[in-house]
């Protein structure tokens, strides 16, 4: 079970931290992501991370913007958004594959939370 917090409104330029829970499923997630879905549009890939190397990649639209970690000690998954623009207004989803990371697509990630929305006004 993936559970995400940390949602909110936010004025433009501004910042949030989300975090993403692991339960049940903790072993052999290799990959964690972060995935986004605006209203009429498609779900896209944020950033995702390799729980074993630690690597980490990132959409072009959110590269020195948004950074993706985490503490596997407490399954915790983490994306701190800083500079925040309206358009990244959307709902905010945590992902797992017990691959290694590979693509950053929906498609390749059979598990996921309901999602945290995030407003930036």
């Known amino acids: 079970q993936l559970v995400e917090s940390g949602g909110g409104s936010v004025q433009a330029g501004g910042s949030l931290r989300l975090s993403c829970a692991a339960s049940?499923?903790?072993?052999?997630?290799?990959?964690m992501a972060w995935f986004r879905q605006a209203p009429g549009k498609e779900r896209e890939g944020v950033a995702d991370?390799?729980?074993?190397?630690?690597?980490?990649m990132y959409a072009d639209s959110v590269k020195g913007r948004f950074i993706i970690s985490q503490d596997n000690a407490k399954k915790m998954v983490y994306l701190q958004m800083s500079s925040l623009k309206p358009e990244d207004t959307a709902l905010y989803y945590c992902?797992?594959?017990?691959?290694?990371?590979?693509?950053?697509?929906?498609?390749?990630?059979?598990?996921w939370g309901q999602g945290t929305q995030v407003t930036v006004s």
């Open positions: 992902a797992a594959d017990r691959r290694s990371c590979y693509s950053l697509s929906a498609g390749a990630f059979p598990y």
């Open positions: 049940g499923y903790t072993y052999n997630r290799n990959c």
């Open positions: 991370i390799n729980t074993v190397t630690g690597r980490t």
